[in-house]
């Protein structure tokens, strides 16, 4: 995948869709290419946090640790981004991300987020709009949960 090809996707994830062309091929370039075999984990719970995925292609799981092993929470595909809350919130990270199939990420250093939202403040508000849609889901997912064990 070439720099442009990139700057396309980059234009697709909401947080960086109003940011103008330069400076998404500036943060692809920047950017480390990371690719991910099939069952293996972009980041485990737990562990600390130092930046965040854009995916690029494939499909990823959010696994989450429980006491009877690990349920599949969300689903993350092309557009998607993950790992924002271990940057934004200096907490280890709150899910474990595995390929479900080969994957190829973007992977964006907590430095170079921070200057992007210092930047782009407009960033800083579509990262909590995709929060809270986050937010919304689980609570959604708690209810019907609560609904069925009730």
Do not use: W
């Not at 069952?39 to 946090?49: N, R, Y």
């Not at 909590?128 to 937010?135: D, F, P, S, T």
């Amino acid at each position: 995948m070439n720099l442009n090809e990139e700057v396309e996707i980059l234009k697709g994830v909401p947080i960086f869709a109003k940011i103008e062309p330069a400076r998404l091929k500036l943060l692809a370039f920047t950017g480390e290419r990371m690719n991910f075999a099939e069952g293996q984990e972009l980041c485990h719970q737990g562990e600390p946090g130092d930046a965040m995925y854009v995916i690029l292609g494939g499909v990823a799981d959010v696994l989450i640790d429980t006491p009877t092993g690990q349920i599949r929470v969300a689903e993350l595909k092309k557009n998607g981004f993950v790992g924002e809350i271990a940057i934004l919130c200096d907490v280890p990270r709150t899910a474990t991300v595995k390929a479900r199939e080969p994957l190829a990420t973007l992977k964006i250093s907590k430095d170079m987020f921070y200057r992007l939202v210092a930047e782009f403040p407009q960033m800083a508000i579509e990262m909590m709009r995709e929060l809270a849609h986050r937010v919304e889901d689980t609570n959604q997912k708690l209810r019907i949960a609560t609904a069925k064990a009730a």
